[in-house]
Nanobody, 123 residues
Framework: QVQLVESGGGLVQAGGSLRLSCAAS????????VGWFRQAPGKEREFVAA????????YYADSVKGRFAISRDNAKNTVYLLMNSQKPDDTAIYYC????????????????WGQGTQVTVSS
């Protein structure tokens, strides 16, 4: 079983930065692809970024490309999402999710989910 815990959310002004962390339990973390998703009030959950088990491949939604960066430290069982140049539209609950081996942009293809962390960007 894999457990995921997000942290690092908070309130930031437009143009600012935050770094989210997703800490995973279990000895199989290096076999896991991890994705970040977000859900704003009244909207569906949407893909943000994903990283392969090795960290060698990363994927981004068009809306965050060039502003967000996903990375991982397998020695620490942690995946990070660095969010720069934030906009009010980035306000949402951010979730990390994991699945074995290949990353995906589809939420229903992930097997494990964290509880989410709130990010609020003020204008």
């Amino acid at each position: 079983q894999v457990q995921l815990v997000e942290s690092g959310g908070g309130l930031v002004q437009a143009g600012g930065s935050l770094r989210l962390s997703c800490a995973a339990s279990g000895r199989t973390f290096s076999s896991l692809a991890v994705g970040w998703f977000r859900q704003a009030p009244g909207k569906e959950r949407e893909f943000v970024a994903a990283i392969s088990w090795s960290g060698g491949n990363t994927y981004y939604a068009d809306s965050v490309k060039g502003r967000f960066a996903i990375s991982r430290d397998n020695a620490k069982n942690t995946v990070y999402l660095l969010m720069n140049s934030q906009k009010p539209d980035d306000t949402a609950i951010y979730y990390c999710a994991a699945r074995y081996w290949s990353p995906s942009t589809m939420a229903n293809e992930y097997d494990y989910w964290g509880q989410g962390t709130q990010v609020t960007v003020s204008s």
